[in-house]
């Protein structure tokens, strides 16, 4: 049974529509002119237990409103949600006691104190005995390679330790759903990966189920086997990262060392060539033609070495995003 | 058993968040030092008044009097200064609400804890002028009785939670405005005057003085500073008792609890979690 039902979702916003200048200023100041964002259209998905799945989109798509009605800090406009078997909306204690979001840019640590007494304070609100709140505190820490820190003053900490203690924060009532927004935001190569083998980890161990927004393609690849592709408020795609990285790329790149260089036209009729460098030529071949085209080139040029692969996911939802558009889901 | 349960539960947040918000407001202890003595609003009015003997005489106070009330609304007002609305417009626009909202805790409980650690780390630095107050005006010192002075803090603490709830009203408005604090401009300007801050309510002529007892403000102040100053109460119409002091307190919560939760339920609906 899903765990997260979220059924023709919708969010609208009012929002001020000011020209810039004296003039807009003194009209706007006269007569406010508003406007509807519609933010989120009709977005239909559902999530298993247990499930780490990725939720992407450029800037501005709709996917931190999705989390902020997911979590029920938001009401919706409009459509059905139900998490946890909770109506988020009304946050009650129940709903609340199993959820967390994690906000990249965003904080719940006391900036002046050390992160063990915003812990405490966690421990205290969600009802968590002493004796287990100090035995998670520790195993968490562990996790997370977190010691001393504990103990110094957020202000004084790294970002990538203050993430750290934020996720320990957000954890420590163990919840069955994690909301996470940008867990790795500002935090450096090593940081991340640490982050990132944490939360593995901890959907290992405790079955949690996760939601994770990232602009960060390595957080996806590494950790979400599924994927919901949101573009200015809608749902494009939803299925696994393969399957995205197949629509989004219905080639295949090839690599051919060739014994002696040859001219362009001495591969039409293969694919698209990508680049040719003297003996080596990059081509982009039409999956269903794949085999066959390989065994011809085989067949029909002297190759010293060949390499079929997949264009890396990050390049193809980069330049997806770039572009701003998404005609392959249409 | 789930009551003991809860109750068990509150006792155990409430004390793990004073605490943790004391040990945050010490790291602030030379601020707070300065607030306090900012709020010296009384002192001044004291050496007005004084200047003025004979309206003092008016009012029925005699000038050892008038001083112990001065000194007695200071200490009411240090206890029971609210900066909510601040502070709650601050974290909506930071977006430091976002995660109050996903605990199960209402967030004004944080900001009642940081408001009672506040007053704690006043403590020390109120009873330092108080103590100065007294050497400078030694003809005003007298000490209320053990009832007079519990009835003194019980009123402070009731004026603290009136005042608290009416800041938090309009610190709810930040939900259909952002700059709610604005708002908070309305309730100074007769806070003020009304309240006894800048002058004792028996100095008011009779209309505005029953004009005034129909609002909270003389609650917060007067009526605190009348019970801690250990003097007795005046007499008359338009007077403001012991137990018409309390009843009002009393009044005025039941109303705005419930007007506070509406406006909070409503506001909540209406919330956009900018800056999150």
Known sequence: ?330 | MAARRRLWHGLRVARTLWATQYAYMLEYRAEIALWALSGVVPFIMLGVWSAAGTAAQASGFSQPELARYFLCAFVARQFSVVWVVWQFEEDALQGRLSPYLLQPLHPLWRYVASHQAEQATRLPFVLVIAALFFLLQPLAFALPGPGRALLGVLAVGLAFAINFLLQSLIAACCFWTERASALERLLYIPYLFLSGLVAPLESFPEPVRAWALRTPFPLMVAFPARLLSGDPFPTGPHALSIAGGFGAMALWIVLLVPLLVLVWRAGVRRYSAMGA
Not at chain 1, 208 to 231: E, F, G, K, N, Q
Request: glycine letters at 8%; a neutral charge; aromatic letters at 6%.
């Open chain 1, 1 to 330: 049974m899903a765990i997260v039902r979220a059924s023709g979702l919708s969010k609208t916003y009012r929002v001020a529509d000011k020209q810039p200048g004296l003039r807009g200023t003194v009209r706007h100041f006269l007569r406010r002119r508003t406007r509807d964002v519609a933010a989120v259209k009709g977005v239909s998905f559902s999530i298993e237990p247990g499930e780490v799945v990725g939720f992407l989109g450029p800037n501005g798509a709709g996917k931190t409103t999705t989390l902020k009605m997911l979590t029920g800090l938001i009401h919706p406009s409009g459509g059905q949600l139900e998490v946890a078997g909770h109506t988020p909306w009304r946050r009650q204690r129940t709903f609340l006691e199993c959820i967390t979001l994690v906000m990249g840019q965003k904080q719940q640590l006391i900036w002046d104190l050390p992160p063990l007494d915003s812990l405490r304070v966690n421990a205290a609100v969600y009802g968590i005995p002493d004796a287990i709140a100090n035995r998670r505190i520790q195993e968490l820490a562990e996790m997370l390679e977190l010691g001393e820190e504990l103990t110094r003053p957020v202000r004084k900490l790294s970002l990538g330790q203050r993430m750290k203690a934020e996720l320990l924060a957000a954890l420590l009532h163990e919840p069955q759903v994690l909301f996470l927004d940008e867990p790795t935001l500002g935090l450096d190569v090593n940081a991340q990966a640490r982050v990132r083998q944490f939360l593995a980890d901890y959907n290992q161990r405790t079955g949690a189920t996760v939601l994770l927004t990232s602009h960060y393609m390595a957080d996806i690849t590494a950790l979400c086997p599924r994927v919901l592709l949101i573009h200015e408020g809608a749902l494009f795609y939803d299925g696994s990262l393969v399957g995205l990285s197949e629509q989004l790329a219905p080639w295949r790149q090839v690599r051919l060392e060739l014994a002696h260089p040859l001219p362009a036209d001495a591969f039409a009729g293969y694919g698209e060539i990508e680049s040719l460098e003297g003996s080596e030529v990059r081509l982009l071949i039409p999956r269903e033609q794949l085999t066959a085209s390989v065994n011809r080139l085989l067949a029909n040029h002297e190759v010293v070495d060949l390499e079929v692969s997949d264009p890396p996911i990050e390049e193809l939802i980069g330049r997806l995003f770039r572009q701003g558009s998404l005609e392959a889901f249409r």
